[in-house]
């Protein structure tokens, strides 16, 4: 695959580009996932693809992104999957300008906040996992040293917003660990203080809200606890294993949201 992403981008145009990401929307899984974007991955961290067409696939996939969900719903989680693996360029060997990044970190960040098709793998059809894709998004843009704190906050909402969302649903193909490394990286900012993160750990707890006045009443108040535990326990783990100090001092406001779950 290696020499054949080398082989297609060296001559890749806009038009390849677009029946590429056509491709992310396939519901045969061998063509969206092992073929597209697998040569997608490949042509990008092999350097393969030029930045005047990575910027260009970055605008054709953020247009993705802002429709509405197709009806099989691949095409938008794939997007952001593919988006991931832009900001990841940029991450190494910067291309985007400032603005072009704080776009990427406001798109991505509002498709995962909306997310609502909680589909993972489906037997003979494939990975959605849409907060999945959209987290590993937020994962490339909090590794980025160009990410500006106003867009930091942006993430950390978004991510907030998927740890239990309203949705009456059970994460049970890897969204809490997927949604908690952005969280671990962006602790290595020193732009982000204590007080910060605790604040943000409380926000994960609303105790005005009637799933978790009774959570053990209702479908939606069990999976937030589910979720949330799920969260916290890769947060508590990640950080205590972690050696770099910034990101150790998330794991007492884990400790904390796990304490105030019912």
């Not at 003979?124 to 990410?147: I, Y």
């Not at 998927?162 to 290595?188: D, S």
């Not at 937030?224 to 916290?232: E, G, I, L, M």
Request: charged share 25%.
């Amino acid at each position: 695959m290696k020499e054949l992403a080398r082989s297609i981008f060296a001559q890749a145009d806009r038009a390849e580009i677009d029946n590429l990401i056509q491709c992310f929307a396939d519901p045969d899984p061998q063509i969206r996932d092992d073929a597209a974007f697998t040569l997608w991955a490949e042509g990008l961290r092999g350097k393969h693809l030029s930045p005047e067409l990575m910027r260009y696939a970055g605008q054709r996939l953020s247009g993705v992104l802002a429709a509405p969900d197709d009806v099989a719903g691949f095409q938008r989680p794939f997007a952001a999957l593919a988006l991931s693996e832009i900001a990841r360029a940029d991450r190494i060997d910067a291309f985007l300008t400032d603005a072009e990044l704080h776009r990427l970190a406001e798109t991505g960040a509002a498709y995962l906040r909306a997310v609502t098709d909680y589909r993972g793998f489906s037997a003979g059809e494939g990975w959605r996992h849409g907060v999945a894709h959209g987290a590993d998004l937020m994962l490339q843009l909090s590794l980025n040293p160009r990410l500006a704190r106003a867009d930091a906050e942006l993430l950390l909402g978004a991510v907030a917003a998927q740890v239990a969302p309203g949705a009456p649903v059970y994460y049970v193909h890897g969204e809490p660990g997927r949604l908690a490394a952005p969280i671990l990286y962006l602790a290595r900012r020193a732009d982000i203080d204590d007080a910060a993160w605790a604040a943000w750990f409380r926000s994960l707890h609303p105790n005005d809200t009637a799933r978790w006045k009774d959570p053990y009443a209702s479908d939606a108040g069990l999976s937030a606890v589910h979720n949330s535990t799920a969260f916290a326990n890769v947060v508590y783990v990640s950080a205590s294993e972690s050696r770099d100090p910034q990101i150790r001092r998330l794991a007492p406001f884990a400790v904390e949201l796990l304490k105030a779950l019912p």
